[in-house]
């Protein structure tokens, strides 16, 4: 089974820190991407990426930025952290072939305080 | 661009009654539309997908028919379980490289 690993399921951040969250899935596929879930919204697309170095974005990129030096790994980054981000970050990726489903991680739930 | 309409939430229900979550979307060129779902404390997993007109995505006595003339995807199940308690949502992908564009997704609560 493909496996969509995020490194921290729950967050706490202070007001202006640079924070990390980092996703790793091994099962070679070619896209990455980042969401965001907030209650009432739904899933909101930040960033993805479709091959190593490349980046896109999403619908909400503000004080976002992106990085993706591996194929396995995409990391979100948070280059001063606000209130306004305390949400729930998904990381998902796929094969990049055609239109194939979505595989998940189990989320990060960030605070900044 | 692209977009999906989720009926608003949240929904609850006793168990074995029949469920309905209407989805409808709008997009340029021919999607493929999804529905996914979120246990509690999970990540999203995909329940079931139909890439054309027509076709009826299946899975765990859950059944969805993607409608093209009235652009819907509504997803029914017959008979209810306190395990399918959970929040679903749609979606749809315009292509291979595209994004996937959520629904705001729906919270369902089945009791005993």
């Known amino acids: 089974d493909v496996k969509v690993t995020q490194s921290s399921r729950y967050l706490v951040k202070r007001t202006g820190e640079k924070v990390f969250l980092e996703c790793v899935q091994d099962?070679?596929?070619?896209?990455m991407f980042w969401y965001r879930q907030d209650p009432g919204l739904g899933l909101r697309l930040i960033y993805f990426s479709y091959d190593v170095k490349m980046k896109e974005k999403g619908d909400i990129p503000e004080g976002y930025s992106v990085s993706r030096e591996k194929k396995e790994r995409f990391s979100l980054i948070l280059e001063s952290a606000s209130t306004n981000q305390t949400s729930m970050y998904l990381c998902a990726s796929d094969r990049g072939r055609g239109n194939e489903k979505l595989f998940f991680g189990s989320g990060t739930q960030l605070s900044v305080l | 661009g692209d977009s999906v309409t989720q009926m608003e939430g949240p929904v609850t229900l006793s168990e074995e009654a029949f469920l309905t979550i209407n989805c409808t979307y709008t997009?340029?060129?021919?999607?493929?539309l999804f529905w996914y779902v979120q246990y509690p404390g999970e990540g999203l997993q995909l329940l079931l997908k139909a890439t054309k007109a027509d076709d009826k995505g299946s899975n765990k006595g859950f059944e969805a028919t993607y409608r093209k003339e009235t652009t819907s995807f509504h997803l029914e199940k017959g008979s209810v379980q306190v395990s399918d308690s959970a929040v679903y949502f749609c979606?749809?992908?315009?292509?291979?490289?595209?994004?996937?564009?959520f629904g705001k997704g729906i919270t369902l609560s089945v009791r005993p």
């Open positions: 997009a340029t060129g021919y999607p493929s």
């Open positions: 099962m070679d596929h070619e896209n």
């Open positions: 979606a749809l992908r315009s292509g291979a490289n595209s994004k996937l564009t």
